[in-house]
């Protein structure tokens, strides 16, 4: 058996800074300390914080007035930033950069007036708190066939964004039947899928070829991770979404010669290389490592914890 390791795979800037961030308010803050939503949407990262006395909430009614709280790298909407002021709670804003950067588009397209097609998953934690910039004034489509379907007239006045961990080639189609429908449609540079989701993308692309069966490490809710599993199987290669060792079948490997291997941005490396250890040990495995991108991308810590170690 051959391991094909794509690079870049993995945590992206914006994962590394929340975890970061949660390693330092813990340094600081002791426990309880509470996050709204999953830090990250990674199943053992979330455990592991869980057993060192991290509260993960979904409703900021959960947390005690007065209590230290982080948002997620996935960001939040204004309505949660008011109702955790209402309790008086010390929030630490570790939403990743290019989340906000989406949710100042919404503001700006929606105070000129637009009505914004947001292109997303439904019930997304990131979607969520875009939506909730400019409720009134966002429209979720999640397909062409629901541009197709929106009560708009012709003329509107209309801009889309997007989601950060959608698929890049699934976005371009649903961006083309909006410009189709709306040729005026204004929307951002380019789209708002960000670098680490495009860079992974790119990285299964060019290597799938050369591969059997490919395994993703990530979770089931990691939208950039599901996206590469969907992304391999649609170049005809099976592909798998584990969370780690335990949940490798050995039946997937019968006449597999080359594995690929990546990682969703949210997926922690050791993982990675639990799995490459497995393959070696019991395939007798080789391992060749590609590198389709460099990245040199890097976030500080919020503002609050920097003011913290000042
Ligand atoms: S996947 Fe992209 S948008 Fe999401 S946290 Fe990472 S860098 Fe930020």
Redesign the pocket.
Known sequence: MRIILANPRGF????N??IDSLERALELYGTPLYVYHEI?HNRPVVERFRARGVVFVDSIDEIPSGAHVLYS??GVAPAIRAASAERRLHAIDAT????TKVHLEAVRFAKEGYTIILIGHEGHD?VLGTMGEAPANIRLVQSAEEVEALDLPAGAKVAYLTQ??LSVDDAEVIISALRRRFPQIVGPSKDDI????QNRQEAVKELVPAADLVLVLGSQNSS?SLRLAELAEACGKPAHLIDGVREIVDDWFNGVETVLITAG??APEEMVQECIAYLQQRYGATLESRVVREEH?H?PLPRELRVVAV
């Open positions: 992206c800037a914006g994962v800074m929340a990250v790298a996935h990743c950069p290019l989340v990131e950060t961990t960000c670098y680490a989701t950039n941005a949210s991308v976030f």
